[in-house]
C-alpha cells in the first residue's frame, strides 16, 4: 500500500515563507511525476507545481518566482518552498504522485492535505 503524508503547513505573515514536505511510503517501485496542488475556500483545486522524475518544473502563473518544487528520489521525498507569501496563497496543499507499486500499476495517490494560512 502506497501512501502519500505532508507537513510544514501553518500560519504566517504575509512575506513570510514556508516549507512543505511529502513523504511518500510503501511498496514503491518508482515514482513519476510529483506535483502540488491547493484548494481555497469555494473554490477549486489547482494545480501549484509539478516536478517530473528527471527534474523538469512546471509552475501555476500565480506562484512563478516565489515558489520553488523539488524531489529526492532518493528518498521518497517531494518539497515545496514558498517564499514571499501572501493572504491569496491561504489554501489546503496537497501533494500528489504519480506512482508505480511493486505489485500494482501506476497510479495517482494523494495526501490529506496540509492547511497553510497567510495572515495579511
Known amino acids: 500500500q502506497v501512501q502519500l503524508v505532508e507537513s510544514g503547513g501553518g500560519l504566517v505573515q504575509a512575506g513570510g515563507s514556508l516549507r512543505l514536505s511529502c513523504a511518500a511510503s510503501g511498496s514503491i517501485f518508482s515514482i513519476n511525476t510529483m506535483g502540488w496542488y491547493r484548494q481555497a475556500p469555494g473554490k477549486q483545486r489547482e494545480l501549484v507545481a509539478h516536478?517530473?522524475?528527471?527534474?523538469?518544473?512546471k509552475y501555476a502563473d500565480s506562484v512563478k518566482g516565489r515558489f520553488t518544487i523539488s524531489r529526492d528520489n532518493a528518498k521518497n521525498m517531494g518539497y515545496l518552498q514558498m517564499n514571499s507569501l501572501k493572504p491569496e496563497d491561504t489554501a489546503v496543499y496537497y501533494c500528489?504522485?504519480?506512482?508505480?507499486?511493486?505489485?500494482?500499476?501506476?497510479?495517482?495517490?494523494w495526501g490529506q492535505g496540509t492547511q497553510v494560512t497567510v495572515s495579511s
Open positions: 516536478i517530473t522524475r528527471s527534474g523538469d518544473r
Open positions: 500528489s504522485a504519480s506512482i508505480l507499486a511493486i505489485i500494482a500499476d501506476e497510479a495517482d495517490y
